[in-house]
């Protein structure tokens, strides 16, 4: 129990899987391509347990997908022991977030599912099936059928049939994401102790998730990945002994420092492009210029009665906090909590950095405003927003002050995969009635300004922040 | 019906389709111009009681030979059509023009080809029975079997990949079973509209030919025919004990066993249930069966199939092979669709103008009555159907009522209808509206007493609350509640209208032929009397004219209905 799972680590050069150079693009019908992965570059060595962690829609889970064999990534090779991989790998095997069972079979059937692929006898499979059953402690239960089994169990299936193939790599799609907390907590630990006490011939585990404690918790590698497009940010080993405890302050500083880095990775680079790319996509509007073609910056979702809502406790206790705490607090994994915190810094109503959320002069007057104020202060901020200009320029221009939603999720479609463009635009619609900006009639799907929104913004002068 | 995915209106593949369909029948006009003249096929039907056991055998025999035939069919056309994207992009466009076609419309056409085919046996008219009942029942069942197939689960699939499961691995243990549930419901009611084709293709008279085979559907007409009311309803029980034991002793074992392969991971509270499975389920016999059969079988199609069907990725020399092919079969169907092609302009160079009028005048006065039709089943069904919806009481008194009533084929009633109408003035013309309605009403009512039932409590009791009149009530609750439902039912019950039409309005009774002007009409006529120009103009502008509607009008109603009235 004690050892610590670097300590199986052989020499580097024989390396479980190898990725070189992986990228994967998304086509677009314009054939302007969305990065999704750019140029990964990765070794999993035997005995190595690897959390990938990243924000969501960093691509982690097309990652776990393309090391897998069940998406092939548009340049870049993966090597499985030194050779490149065809369709799926058969010496992987995959654990997936919505358990991902059959719910026609049992139990049994479910689990067997992989030897009978393989072809193995029936009487063989059966064995080894009753085996894994008894070994993730779901004996009794051979003949069920999924739905009559908790959520827990379920997965505990999900397990076992991952298991039956004797994989050398097992992966893990947010495994634990699905499930309550103490049944996860639960379903943790029994999973580290077969992999730490070597009852399962698994030679390496990779886990995609976006819970950093789990992560300190079981991985002895951690690596971090950005997005837009995905890229390692961090790789860092992780050689606290186990058994691990949550409230030592050891494992307190590793996840705090693993939240500084998810939570601090974008804060030059990403303000810097955002300055650089926002003028240029103007100024091509402007004097209709398509031979650059510069990325809008994605919004994030951010809901803004729960930027409200985190801003007035923060405020509460005396401007600042630590973000690790608060997503504790507030039952939010960083994931909620980011879109939230990152709307926030978008409107210069606060700022994160170090992993704790200072609120600004700006935020302090949002805060103490009520909620006219508070919509005029983020109409103000809203017209510094690219999408928004925009937005605010064609509809001030038209004579008629309306334009199909189509128009706006069209030029979206140039920046974006055509579902994310749909939910930028969404959320975007979302803040812009918030702020009075403009409306949005659903039945015609018509954005539009009514005479006082018209008169309000003669030009949409940018604004000084 | 209505693919979410596709847009509203025509596009290329449509008229791409549109294209191979006329000539399609223009082959099979010619196959039936060119044959030997044929010899009518009239045997005389018994209407002597102990008789009827075994017309009914002879009749279900023709429904399981079509089913069979859609099954296998079915499961070929949906599994190409969801796997291959080429062929995706013509066999769906295809699928939505076939499925809105009027079957029986080809009916004098394909009976004609086939007795062609086998002259001077019985062969010919049974075949061409089976086939029409075949493309009366087929689609609805491959566009659920594709829909099943194209909408499992992405991480079912990958589960699936990952663990390295063949292709027919998949296919037995995850897209078949995904399928499942609506491949039995769509079965279920594919044999009820089988019903109403196998009662109109038994006995079929073009002029004084009669076209009988044995069957509870000519024993029905005869029956009729000749006045023996005792037969007419002796017969009529037989159908619907036959149908009622089809539904204890088949379809609710099946529902209740596909229960299990919903994808859902609650058990609902409830789920169908049958004593016939349970009793099936507990027998030793099946137990033993299989284990000693099923699990062997099995394993040996893993095994064949794993050698025989290509792996997931192809080789090289593999792929040539298959480009090879392709190409072959590409260009033998180009050169069909070209001959036939010419072959139908060369038969429509015959054609006049006053022809394309008269076709024209006779299409819209059977959609008249279509539209007639429809309005009496609307204004009946829609309050009785949002009563029985909203009264859970009464629902359970009425529902089993109304199956049995809806149950029975309206072509079966037909026969009775006419003998009994045909003097009067009008006769016929009343007798087709009536049967189209009687074919067509069950479809807008059960559609509307889902669509009551499903209206939410809490909105209900808002309206008490608000003390909503009556007429509020309905026009603010009930009717967008229920439009969604009830165009899905307007849709469905406009198919059968047509193909009602189509019997409807060419009647032989008591060797003398009835007839109501329109394009049923039109199409009996002219294939009685070999005019193929007009026979081919009819049947094409019959197909246009209805998936003209359906594109234009009901999917774009289907379409708003959904998206601005659904209630969830």
Known sequence: ?465 | MADSRERPGVGLADLLVGASILALISIVIAWATHAHPYTAESGRISLVWWRLPLDAAYSWLRMAAAYALSLVFTLVYAYVAAFNRRAERILIPLLDILQSIPVLSFLPVVLLAFIALFPGSRIGVNLAAIILIFTGQVWNMVFAVYHGFITIPRDLKESALSLNLSPWQRFRTMELPYAMVGLVWNSMMSWAGGWFFLMACEMFSLGNHAYQLQGLGSYLQTAANQGRWSAELAGLFTLVLLIVLMDQLIWRPLLAWADKFKMEMVESADRPRSTVLRVLRRSLILEWMGKRIWVPLTEWSDRLFSRTLPRMREQPAVVSITGLIRWLITAAVVVIIVTALEGAVRLLSHLSGGQIGLVFLATMATLSRVLVALLISVIWTVPVGVFIGLNRRWAARLTPVTQIAASVPATALFPGLVAILIHMHGGLNTASVLLMVLGTQWYILFNVIAGASAIPEDLREATRMFRLSRMKTWTTLILPAIAPFLITGLITAAGGAWNASIVAEYVSFHNHVYTAFGVGSIIAKSSQTKGFTVLLTATGMLALTVVLINRLIWRRLYDKATERYSVS
Request: charged residues 25%; hydrophobic residues 40%.
């Open chain 1, 1 to 465: 129990m004690a050892q610590t799972g670097l300590g199986k680590a052989p020499a580097k050069n024989d390396s479980l899987v190898r990725l070189l150079g992986v990228t994967k693009m998304y086509k677009q019908p314009d054939n302007y391509d969305i990065r999704v992965l750019d140029d990964i570059n990765l070794d999993i060595q035997p005995g190595e347990f690897i959390a990938l962690l990243g924000p969501s829609g960093s691509g982690k889970s097309t990652l776990l997908r393309i090391i897998t064999g069940l998406a092939e990534p548009s340049y870049g090779t993966v090597l499985y022991r030194g050779r490149p991989i065809e369709g799926a790998n058969p010496h992987a095997a995959m654990v997936f977030q919505s358990f991902a069972l059959y719910p026609w079979l049992t139990v049994q059937q479910n689990v067997e599912l992989g030897l009978v692929a393989k072809g193995v006898d029936p009487d063989v499979r059966k064995q080894r099936a009753i085996e894994l059953i008894d070994l993730i402690g779901l004996n009794g239960y051979e003949d069920a059928f999924p739905k009559e089994l908790s959520g827990g169990m379920r997965q505990r299936v999900g397990f076992a049939r991952a298991l039956a193939v004797d994989p050398e790599l097992l992966c893990m799609d947010e495994p634990f994401s699905a499930l309550d907390f103490l049944t996860a907590e639960n379903l943790r630990s029994e999973l580290l102790d077969l992999w730490l006490e070597s009852r399962i011939p698994t030679r390496a585990i990779l886990m995609v998730t976006h819970g950093i404690e789990e992560a300190v918790f079981m991985a002895d590698r951690i690596i971090v990945l950005s997005k837009n497009p995905a890229r390692v940010v961090a790789d860092l080993p992780n050689l606290l002994p186990f058994p691990r405890n949550r409230k030592s302050p050891e494992f307190v500083q590793m996840v705090d420092q693993v939240y500084k880095i998810v939570t601090g990775w974008d804060d030059e680079e990403e303000d810097q492009q955002a300055i650089a790319q926002a003028q240029p996509v103007m100024a091509g509007t402007d004097q209709g210029q398509p031979a650059e073609r510069p990325r809008l910056k994605p919004i994030p979702y951010g809901h803004i009665s729960m930027l409200s809502g985190l801003l007035e406790l923060v405020q509460d206790r005396g401007g600042h906090d630590d973000l690790y705490r608060l997503g504790a607090e507030l039952f939010l994994e960083v994931d909620d909590l980011l879109p939230v915190t990152e709307t926030a810094e978008l409107f210069n109503l606060a700022e994160v950095s170090e992993g704790d959320l200072f609120i600004t002069d700006l935020g302090q007057s949002f805060v103490e405003g009520d909620v006219n104020d508070r919509k005029s202060l983020i109409r103000d901020q809203l017209l510094d927003i690219p999408i928004f200009r925009i937005i605010q320029r064609v509809l001030t221009t038209k004579a008629n002050h309306a334009m199909n939603k189509e128009f706006f999720t069209d030029i979206l479609e140039e920046h974006f995969s055509i579902a994310e463009a749909e939910r930028q635009l969404t959320t975007a619609i979302n803040w812009g009635r918030f702020a009075d900006l403009f409306h949005y009639d659903t039945d015609t799907e018509q954005l539009y300004l009514d005479e006082d929104q018209t008169e309000e913004q003669p030009a949409p002068v940018s604004h000084e922040s």
